[in-house]
């Protein structure tokens, strides 16, 4: 919707194409969003945060299989619901019992 909004007031009195101007928009988000997301995969290998990056991807890909799903196969928008509700709630639920693993681990690690 923004996208749209800000190619037809930016560039619709000099005659370019919309499309072109959402084409241009969307690959400068992709290429900030990369450089965003490698600092952060960086910062999170720097720190050996690997269980928390591996719940990130699978969450990501989840979400992507899910939505692409619904997009692609033409799910109702009532099983859509119920299969959002239940992915979310097993990832917080996975996110749950991946802190308290970590919490466990940490604090036997001070121990020995």
């Known amino acids: 919707m923004y996208l749209h909004l800000i190619a037809s007031i930016q560039l ?13 928009l969307i690959a400068g988000g992709l290429v900030v969003g ?3 997301l490698r600092a952060m995969v960086k910062w999170f290998i720097g720190n050996g ?17 899910l939505f692409s799903n619904y997009f692609l196969l033409g ?3 009532e099983y859509f619901h119920v299969l959002l509700r239940a992915l ?7 996110g749950g019992c991946l802190v308290l693993w970590n919490g466990i681990k940490m604090v036997f690690k001070k121990h020995n």
Do not use: P
């Open 88 to 94: 979310l709630q097993g990832l917080a639920g996975l």
């Open 12 to 24: 619709g009195h000099q005659g370019v194409e919309k499309h072109y101007v959402t084409y241009i």
């Open 75 to 77: 799910l109702s928008i």
């Open 49 to 65: 945060l690997f269980d928390f990056l591996s719940y990130l991807m699978v969450s990501g890909v989840l979400l992507i299989l």
């Open 34 to 36: 990369y450089f965003l």
